[in-house]
């Protein structure tokens, strides 16, 4: 077990660039009808800032419909959500698709088992942008 999952973050390798991997997720997640929050780029920041850092970029997304009820049951998991996948790339050049797990998300908050499917989608769309 690597430290990220075991501190609740599952990273998948993509197959793919960097900005390959972040318009598949984009993709993925407007072709779902899932609302995109924000982009958060950090990387773009940091140059701004006149500072280097390998790409990294941050996509926040959900459904009110879906994320409302979990919310509703445990309120401390607005610090949580909406969902949010990053991709980051390595000093070596590989690309990583990272997102909290949503039984970590569970247990965090005391989530009722029931609403799990309400974020379990977050890996199959994590997987899909990084798939080849």
Known sequence: MNMESKHGIERIASAHD?????????TVVKAKSLMVFAKIDFSGDAQRAGLTMPPTQMLIF??????TPVML???SSAVDLPLKVLVSQDGAGKV??????????VE?????????PNLAGVRAI???AAAA
């Open 73 to 75: 049951a445990a309120p």
């Open 18 to 26: 960097f900005a390959t991997t972040f318009n598949k997720l984009e």
């Open 126 to 128: 994590a997987q899909a």
């Open 108 to 116: 965090r908050h005391g989530i009722p088992a029931a609403l799990l």
């Open 62 to 67: 959900g459904n009110p419909k879906g994320g």
């Open 96 to 105: 990583w698709v990272s997102f909290n797990t949503p039984e970590y998300l």
